[in-house]
């Protein structure tokens, strides 16, 4: 199944109930005083996080929904029963867009709420306007609306690294090898329909659809998932040595990513060259010292192979210390 990283729905909170005109009965009075109870609050809705990344996909495209009505007043001063609050589960990484404002929310802990439409308030019963100078008051007021509105939701992954790079660049299966994600494999070009993740050790992975030129402006597969690699801390670009210009592979990459936010491309990265038991150890090592040049030396530039454990390790240490530093550099500021 399919990914599914964005919803519109319709919330709707639930009305308030109506106050009521209600009198007490006492003996030898025809009017005992005023008992109408106020009626209760409309239910709110609610927005919670959740670790299944999946969650959206249970949910329509323009689903309604809508919480419970509050309940009206009752006689011998009784208020009406407040509506039961409707709980809407999302992923964690979700972006509320609330689409007639404009005004957004992020949802980026498991548990985490958000109101996005509140409950109407309980209208008033007579009790309620009991004064010295109106000791039989016979108005009520009828419940308030609840909140309404329609809200774009957009999944933004959460994950340590992301893994970039041109179509068949070697991701998923680095993304399996690292973290057993079971991703499927093939040598065609767009493997990878839908982001996925992993954990290694303490690293949670996410390998990020295949970009190709002109992704930004809506090209391909890649376009759709861009915005996955705006909460990564780092970047895993990885760059195939079955390319014929490596060179070329990783700055269209890099364009793409620029092209779509500047500040993207600003995140630490780690240049992994991806199948280097497809060449010789030699052309692995001055492939790598060529991408050194290209990226004017910043950052780890790695040969790597699925096949090769002690390259595996290398990228591992890589990783652990590139996060590492990116603490260092958020605790200091």
């Known amino acids: 199944?399919?990914?599914?990283?964005?919803?519109?729905?319709?919330?709707?909170?639930?009305?308030?109930?109506?106050?009521v005109v209600r009198w007490r009965r006492e003996k030898y009075k025809e009017f005992g005083g005023p008992a109408g109870g106020d009626g209760g609050k409309g239910g709110d809705v609610i927005v919670r996080g959740v670790r299944d990344i999946s969650y959206l996909g249970k949910y329509q495209e323009g689903q309604q929904f809508r919480a419970e009505d509050g309940?009206?007043?009752?006689?011998?001063?009784?208020?009406?029963?407040?509506?039961?609050?409707?709980?809407?589960?999302?992923?964690?990484?979700?972006?509320?867009?609330?689409v007639e404002s404009g005004r957004t929310y992020e949802i980026?802990?498991?548990?985490?709420?958000?109101?996005?439409a509140r409950g109407g308030r309980g209208g008033f019963g007579n009790e309620h306007f009991k004064s010295a100078t109106n000791q039989a008051p016979k108005e009520a007021t009828r419940g308030g609306v609840g909140e309404r509105g329609t809200w774009h939701i957009e999944l933004r992954l959460i994950?340590?690294?992301?893994?970039?790079g041109l179509p068949n660049a070697g991701k998923t299966s680095l993304l399996n090898v690292l973290t057993n994600a079971r991703r499927k494999v093939g040598a065609y070009a767009f493997t990878t329909l839908e982001p996925a993740l992993g954990v290694h050790y303490d690293i949670v992975l996410a390998d990020i659809p295949g970009l190709i030129e002109g992704a930004a402006q809506g090209k391909g597969l890649?376009?759709?998932?861009?915005?996955?690699i705006a909460r990564t801390r780092v970047l895993v670009h990885c760059v195939s040595l079955e390319e014929e210009d490596p060179a070329r592979a990783y700055r269209t990459v890099r364009r793409e990513i620029a092209a779509y936010n500047p500040a993207l491309a600003a995140k630490r990265e780690i240049?992994?060259?991806t199948k280097s038991d497809t060449v010789t150890p030699e052309a692995a090592a001055e492939a790598a010292a060529r991408m050194r040049r290209v990226r004017a030396g910043e950052g780890p530039v790695l040969a790597v192979s699925i096949l090769d454990d002690d390259s595996l390790k290398e990228l591992s240490k890589a990783l652990h210390a590139v996060l590492k530093e990116e603490d260092s550099s958020a605790s200091m500021g």
């Open 1 to 19: 199944m399919a990914l599914v990283d964005e919803r519109t729905i319709h919330v709707a909170a639930g009305r308030g109930g109506d106050g």
């Open 108 to 116: 980026v802990r498991e548990g985490e709420e958000v109101v996005v």
């Open 71 to 98: 309940a009206s007043g009752r006689g011998a001063s009784q208020h009406g029963k407040n509506g039961k609050d409707l709980v809407i589960f999302v992923p964690v990484g979700s972006v509320l867009t609330h």
């Open 159 to 164: 994950a340590d690294a992301g893994l970039v």
């Open 271 to 273: 240049l992994v060259l």
């Open 222 to 228: 890649g376009h759709a998932f861009l915005r996955h």
